[in-house]
């Protein structure tokens, strides 16, 4: 039986992984700090140790021995959150990157896959983004995942076989809803369970990629046993812009109301935003033989259904 590690397994990207490593019959040990993790989000297959990866003491609590693969998901995942106290941001994304990455040298572990974001590309001319465009970060969470990248490919050099995950707005089921700092459609959801107006910060014509749950995990599997992916960089997306003004649209369609009839009220923007970026897929369609297939559509009424039967 392969077995992975996979850090911040009790959060929303992390515990979908975590169930589908599960569901192929890996052995799967969970670290999470709990800050926002859920207990009730880990798979009982699964062996859970709270372990929070910024601490360099915790990591003798790590079992070391036959590790094939660890995922890298433990972070501050939120932009605008980094504005609050850069220096927490920094040690929990760059320096439990760094921590986790040295843990694996020391143990033989050899394959490494790190989940970043597309906060690493900030203001950039191009559309769609690639992989090899230049990376301008306008938040310190976008600066620590960046610096997460070079330590990442710092390692490659000493052995390990790491590859790095740009996820682009990733939204889906177990997402925190009580985060209002993170996740478009996340956020515009909580304010509609709640029957309260939505809120947008920033203008409603700026756009995203949003990415579902199932294929951004879709995306890491692909890429486990690949060799094209050791060494590389891939965004993880649609490939697709949604602007505010539709994704706000589509929340409400899912929830069977009518958008004519819905507040959205506007606010001030917030620290570090882009107007708008969107990405380009096709290294990763064309290495590992991924693509996304849920529908924008399909994939918020997914979500809808799902918090609308939980007590959330």
Not at 4 to 33: K, P
Not at 105 to 131: C, D, W
Not at 132 to 154: H, I, T, V
Request: charged letters at 20%; aromatic letters at 10%.
């Amino acid at each position: 039986m392969r077995r992975a590690i996979v850090t911040g397994g009790a959060g929303f990207i992390g515990s979908h992984l975590v169930d589908r490593l599960v569901t192929e019959g890996w052995e799967v040990i969970v670290l999470d700090n709990m800050h926002t993790g859920q207990i009730e989000n880990i798979n009982p297959a699964a062996t859970f140790i709270k372990v929070d990866v910024g601490n360099p003491d915790d990591f003798s609590k790590i079992p070391g021995d036959g590790v094939d693969v660890v995922f890298h998901l433990a972070a501050q995942s939120s932009g605008e959150a980094s504005f609050d106290n850069p220096y927490v941001d920094f040690r929990t994304n760059a320096g439990g990157t760094l921590l986790m990455l040295e843990w694996c040298r020391q143990h033989a572990v050899k394959r490494f896959i790190y989940t970043s974001s597309m906060a690493v590309y900030g203001i950039n001319s191009s559309e769609p983004l690639g992989e090899d465009d230049p990376c301008r970060p306008l938040s310190f969470y976008g600066a620590a995942k960046l610096a997460s990248e070079g330590y990442c490919r710092l390692y490659d050099t000493l052995g390990l076989e790491t590859t790095i995950i740009r996820p682009f707005n990733v939204y889906g089921s177990r997402q925190n809803l009580s985060n209002m700092k993170q996740g478009m459609a996340s956020i515009y959801m909580a304010y509609l369970l709640r029957n309260e107006p939505i809120v947008v910060k920033g203008d409603l014509d700026r756009f995203r990629d949003q990415t579902h749950i199932s294929d951004v995990v879709e995306g890491f599997m692909c890429c486990v046993d690949e060799p094209a992916a050791y060494g590389n960089t891939y965004n993880i997306a649609t490939g697709r812009k949604t602007t505010v003004r539709s994704l706000i649209r589509s929340i409400l369609l899912a929830a069977g109301r009518e958008p004519a009839d819905y507040t959205v009220q506007g606010a001030p923007g917030t620290p570090g935003d882009i107007f708008g970026c969107y990405a380009d897929i096709s290294k990763a369609s064309n290495d590992l033989g991924w693509q996304p297939v849920t529908e924008l559509n399909d994939g918020l009424r997914e979500m809808y259904r799902y918090y609308s039967r939980s007590d959330t």
